[in-house]
């Protein structure tokens, strides 16, 4: 028995990102920038799964929700992620069999939500995303990293322990995300571990 928090009583956050008219979201973006998309297939099409990007020094929620495969519910550098009650409502979003979008700031949280949940946490690679207007952005699905659901209690060290996998498997997706689509990232890879 794989023991999940009691989420009961979390609602399931807003949903406006999951609106059917995104087709018009893509449409204002795309008259900006071209969006090309790489391994959406990647993305299972049914059931709780974590998309973690790559980036977050832009506001990429909106391209995040915007341009999934499947309707993406994006949890922000800024939100507190470590807070139990976001953690409660990102189990809430995965519980109800949506897709979690998440920043590098979430590595450890994204390895706590798929030791909890058994999600896949799918690397999303944006690259481009800091070039100036009418730029080109591609964003790289990456092959899903899986892990079983573990019972609780889940210790810290198992935390950090499939954190740090998640961080190597991130790498991987990077550099084949940058084999697929000829380009780089502008500056270094961020530290092991992320911020959180």
Known sequence: MTALPDISGVPHPPTWQLHPRRW??????RRR?????????NVPVDG???????NAELDDRPLVAL???RPVLAVGPDDGSAAPGVMKTCLRVLADGHVLGLYPE??????YLALVSGAPVVPLTFLGAHQPRRGRLDLVYGTPYRTAALAW???KKQVEATALDLRVHMLVALDAARSLT???????VPP???TS
């Open 33 to 41: 920038v071209e969006v090309r998309e790489h391994g959406a297939a």
């Open 67 to 69: 341009f999934g495969p």
């Open 24 to 29: 018009f979201g893509r449409f204002v973006v």
């Open 48 to 54: 709780p799964v974590i998309v973690l990007a790559n």
């Open 182 to 188: 000829g380009r780089q990232l502008p500056g270094p």
């Open 192 to 194: 092991a571990g992320g």
């Open 153 to 155: 209690p889940r210790t």
């Open 106 to 111: 979430h590595q450890r949280g994204a390895a």
